[in-house]
Structures are given as structure tokens and as C-alpha cells.
């Protein structure tokens, strides 16, 4: 899966779905036979560098292809973040995919410890804690670059009360192989100009 031409092909094969929900013409289906195992992916929508839309899973329990397909599909149309995409978005809308790596617990003696423990512009991070349960992509150190203020919005995200102490939280991190960032629209061809008429 470190095989960059498989992950533009994820990105191909998310944008496809999405252009299969909302009934538009297209390319034909990738392969999905490299993706038959099981995995577990984000899939990520961004318009005018802002998000659109992110759904995911964070335990591998379907094939990567139909992971991929099912979450590119809810990140257009049912993030409750976000309206349901329109056609009138789709030419300025650009789609990533994350493949997930196994997460590993974190043990840590404190909330600086842990703070120490973190590894910007790496680590995605999952906190649960009762039935509460929220995560961060690797991607999100773009906008939240230190490690307190990272976890503290996803404490927030969590819906974990402040008065929790961070020894009550479990806390999980994990990496991603992310696929190049892809225009939502198919590319158009260019147009042949041989053979055009004097």
C-alpha cells in the first residue's frame, strides 16, 4: 500500500463513488482487486482549501475498496457537519484518501508526558473515553500545530468534560499513507487541434 499508484488509485476509486451517488457520467470503475483485504480509510473533501466533508473508519473490518467507496460516498453526501455536496461544487472540489495504519496505545504518565509523547505532522490521535469516542487525521497539525492546543479541540471534538483527568482517557495513536489530492471533477481531455480546418 506504499505503492504510490495504488493510492491514486483510492483517490480514483472515492472519487468514482462519489460520482456514482450523485448519477454523473464518469471513467470506468478502477480495479479493486489490490484492495480486497481488509483496511480502513478516510476519506477527506476540501473546497477553496477549507473542509467539505470527512468520513472514516477507524478499525479494518470491510474490504479497503469498500471502505473507501462507502466513506467517499458519506463524506459527499452525509457528514452532519456539511448540506449534502452539490453538482455546482464539484469543479472546485478537491479529495484525499488516508489509509489508517493499526493504532497503538499510548502509555503516559501525565498530560505532559503525554504532550512530550506526541509526534506533530505524524500522529493521528483517537481519545475514548465511556462511550465518547473522536479522532484527529495526521493532517489536522496543519491547522493545530502544537501538541496542547491538538488535544485540547479534541477533547472538545470528544465531548470529554474538562474536569476528566487525561488518565481516564484512553488514547490511541496511529499513522496514514495518504493519496495525492485529486480535483472532485474528471479531468478533461484536450482537445485535438490537428486536425482542424483552415
Known amino acids: 500500500m506504499r505503492d504510490a499508484a495504488a493510492l491514486h488509485a483510492l483517490a480514483e476509486l472515492a472519487r468514482h463513488s462519489i460520482h456514482s451517488a450523485l448519477a454523473l457520467p464518469g471513467a470506468a470503475l478502477p ?3 489490490a484492495f480486497a483485504a481488509h483496511g480502513a ?4 473533501l476540501t473546497r477553496a482549501s477549507r473542509l467539505r466533508g470527512c ?3 477507524l478499525e479494518a473490518w470491510r474490504s479497503l475498496a469498500e471502505d473507501v467507496v462507502a466513506n467517499a460516498r ?3 453526501l452525509d457528514d452532519p ?3 449534502a455536496l452539490t453538482l455546482a461544487e464539484i469543479d472546485d472540489t478537491v479529495i484525499e484518501v488516508s489509509v489508517l495504519e493499526p493504532a497503538t496505545p499510548l502509555v503516559f504518565a501525565d498530560e505532559a508526558d503525554l504532550l512530550r509523547r506526541l509526534r506533530p505532522g505524524r500522529d493521528g490521535l483517537t481519545l475514548r473515553y465511556r462511550e465518547r469516542r473522536a479522532t484527529f487525521l ?3 497539525w496543519t ?4 501538541p496542547a492546543q491538538f488535544l485540547e479541540e479534541l477533547r472538545r471534538k470528544a465531548g470529554i468534560p474538562v474536569d476528566v483527568a487525561v488518565d481516564q482517557i484512553a488514547v490511541e495513536r496511529y499513522t496514514t499513507l495518504s493519496s495525492p489530492r485529486l480535483p472532485l471533477a474528471w479531468p478533461v481531455a484536450p482537445r485535438d487541434t490537428s486536425r482542424q480546418r483552415g
Open 138 to 140: 495526521p493532517s489536522v
Open 81 to 83: 457537519r456539511f448540506p
Open 143 to 146: 491547522q493545530l500545530s502544537e
Open 74 to 76: 458519506a463524506a459527499a
Open 41 to 44: 480509510a478516510f476519506v477527506t
Open 31 to 33: 480495479d479493486t482487486r
Open 55 to 57: 468520513i472514516g473508519t
